[in-house]
């Protein structure tokens, strides 16, 4: 009796035990499904919608409506800074600068923020026109430059930037930018 009690736990127990290495087998083929299912599953890029068409990037050439947004945003974090924001200024500008330009771009920005660290200097930029080149991977900003010491504002006037990129792939990089020198009036 003892013996008959003894082999039916023991199948008992080796049901349950195969049932769970059944089970175990299962959701490993299932995670390796997955896993490989993610891997070569298409990818997608959404962009927030504030866009006037759809935007395709492609490596043979960069597209206006690209240069734009990305000029767009490069100088709303270029032109606008103050000196509580300086090191965050000059990070975000080197975080979209090419490798190969970085260096003198680094240095002009460290002459910026040596000059106005520790000052109550605070420049803000309100665009009011732009102009992209894809061609020449360059795109001009004109708008209105207002510098504020403490909490007044000094100067108020309508300067125009340059910006220069390179474009690797389908990544477009600031190679350089500055502001274009007014032509001087002849009398």
Same mark, same amino acid.
């Given at each position: 009796?003892?013996?008959?009690?003894?082999?039916?736990?023991?199948?008992?127990?080796?049901?349950?035990?195969?049932?769970?290495?059944?089970?175990?087998?299962?959701?490993?083929?299932?995670?390796?499904?997955?896993?490989?299912?993610?891997?070569?599953?298409?990818?997608?890029?959404?962009?927030?919608?504030?866009?006037?068409?759809?935007?395709?990037?492609?490596?043979?050439?960069?597209?206006?409506?690209?240069?734009?947004?990305?000029?767009?945003?490069?100088?709303?974090?270029?032109?606008?800074?103050?000196?509580?924001?300086?090191?965050?200024?000059?990070?975000?500008?080197?975080? =979209?600068?090419? +490798?190969?330009?970085?260096?003198? @771009?680094?240095?002009? %920005?460290?002459? &910026? !923020? #040596?000059?106005?660290?520790?000052?109550?200097?605070?420049?803000?930029?309100?665009?009011?026109?732009?102009? =992209?080149?894809? +061609?020449?991977?360059?795109?001009? @900003?004109?708008?209105? %430059?207002?510098? &504020? !010491? #403490?909490?007044?504002?000094?100067?108020?006037?309508?300067?125009?930037?340059?910006?220069?990129?390179?474009?690797?792939?389908?990544?477009?990089?600031?190679?350089?930018?500055?502001?274009?020198?007014?032509?001087?009036?002849?009398?």
């Amino acid at each position: 009796m003892d013996i008959d009690l003894a082999h039916d736990k023991s199948q008992g127990i080796l049901r349950q035990r195969n049932g769970l290495a059944l089970l175990s087998l299962v959701l490993g083929l299932i995670a390796v499904g997955s896993v490989v299912s993610a891997g070569h599953k298409d990818r997608e890029v959404v962009l927030v919608p504030t866009l006037r068409t759809p935007l395709t990037l492609t490596s043979a050439k960069v597209s206006p409506d690209y240069l734009e947004m990305v000029t767009r945003d490069v100088a709303m974090v270029a032109l606008n800074r103050s000196p509580q924001s300086l090191t965050y200024w000059m990070d975000s500008i080197l975080e =979209v600068t090419d +490798d190969q330009a970085r260096g003198e @771009v680094k240095k002009a %920005l460290m002459k &910026v !923020v #040596a000059e106005q660290q520790g000052s109550q200097i605070t420049q803000f930029f309100t665009p009011d026109a732009m102009r =992209v080149d894809p +061609d020449t991977l360059t795109s001009t @900003v004109g708008g209105t %430059l207002h510098t &504020v !010491v #403490a909490s007044k504002e000094v100067t108020s006037e309508h300067r125009t930037f340059r910006f220069t990129w390179t474009y690797n792939g389908v990544s477009l990089k600031l190679k350089g930018f500055g502001m274009i020198a007014k032509p001087e009036e002849t009398p």
